[in-house]
């Protein structure tokens, strides 16, 4: 049926004429889209018609319990999507994670079977990282707001601002490494509040203020890549920055995120995000993953990855700052 649509599709668009249907004008009635032009307009509804074969082919690959769909991400290409919303890792990247010290591990035979530090209020609000690819920003402070919150018993929320304007290592909107981010953090003497330093979603000229740090860190450290031991570090020590593949999250809806590894592939690693915690839905095994495309995203902002299988790269950068 879909195959049939783009091919009307198609050839309409070669008559000139404008592009509808009832499900686009959902779409851009849902998330208040307004095209300036006719051409920008069918460019954007035909970009979405390829994208419904993309998640189509996403719920028939799916091995775990999620649903792809429409989303606020449905008109945007795939290098769209890349430039605006993520942050690709380089070899050389993954190469400087090396250099990391290893944290101390977990005894798993402790571990218990499920976690989720938002009940434990070590968790704030999901935010929303705009078209600005600062990812790897909200990723350092979801860490250590957690980090500092179960130390101090005070849920702190951090500026990703500081970070994007006064980072030097780091390229702001254009991306960067967590694990860069804690030794820049350190450099500066800690971070201010959210509200002190509040969110832009663009980068600027750094205006970090000395007297107002909220927050300051002593270190960083590299977890283990086996998922039972970065399970056991979570329940023990708190949020855990990560990165991932995307690829799979463009269209998630919800449920338990398990893509075939050629959809998803493990070497991509191009988003970073924060696991928050784990348990099991369904007889599936998950990472609780906490992101940074805003509350209306996913299930409320949140992103269920199938555990225990490396699905996505989920354990090939897991970090953490100590305090």
């Not at 989720?116 to 707001?145: H, L, M």
């Not at 592939?265 to 924060?274: K, L, Q, R, T, Y």
Request: glycine share 10%; charged share 20%; with cysteine.
């Amino acid at each position: 049926m879909l195959r049939v649509f783009i091919i009307a599709t198609i050839v309409a668009a070669a008559a000139g004429v404008k592009l509808t249907s009832p499900t686009f004008e959902v779409f851009m009635l849902k998330h208040e889209r307004v095209y300036e032009t006719e051409e920008e307009h069918n460019v954007r509804y035909w970009t979405f018609y390829k994208n419904m074969a993309k998640w189509e082919l996403y719920n028939k690959a799916e091995q775990g319990t999620a649903t792809y769909g429409m989303n606020q991400f449905a008109d945007l290409t795939e290098e769209e999507f890349s430039k605006h919303y993520l942050s690709p890792v380089t070899s050389k990247g993954m190469n400087m994670l090396n250099s990391l010290p290893e944290a101390e591990e977990v005894d798993v035979a402790d571990t218990p079977a499920e976690m989720d530090w938002r009940t434990k209020n070590a968790v704030t609000p999901v935010k929303n990282q705009g078209q600005c690819g600062s990812c790897w920003a909200f990723s350092t402070t979801g860490n250590i707001e957690g980090r500092w919150a179960i130390k101090n018993g005070t849920l702190v929320s951090l500026s990703e601002q500081e970070l994007v304007d006064c980072d030097k290592v780091d390229l702001g909107c254009n991306g960067g490494l967590p694990f860069q981010a804690y030794a820049e953090i350190m450099r500066l003497g800690g971070l201010e509040t959210e509200e002190d330093y509040p969110y832009t979603g663009r980068g600027g000229a750094c205006k970090f203020d000395g007297s107002k740090v909220a927050v300051d860190i002593t270190g960083r450290e590299k977890v283990s890549t086996d998922e039972k031991k970065i399970a056991a570090y979570v329940a023990a020590n708190g949020p855990v920055s990560i990165g991932l593949n995307a690829a799979a999250m463009q269209f998630y809806t919800g449920g338990v995120s398990h893509p075939l590894s050629f959809l998803c592939e493990p070497s991509g690693i191009d988003h970073g995000v924060v696991i928050v915690g784990y348990g099991t839905e369904s007889g599936k095994d998950y990472w609780l993953i906490k992101n940074s495309w805003g509350a209306t995203w996913g299930e409320k902002g949140y992103y269920k990855l199938y555990r225990g299988k490396g699905c996505c790269g989920c354990n090939q950068m897991v970090t953490s700052a100590t305090l």
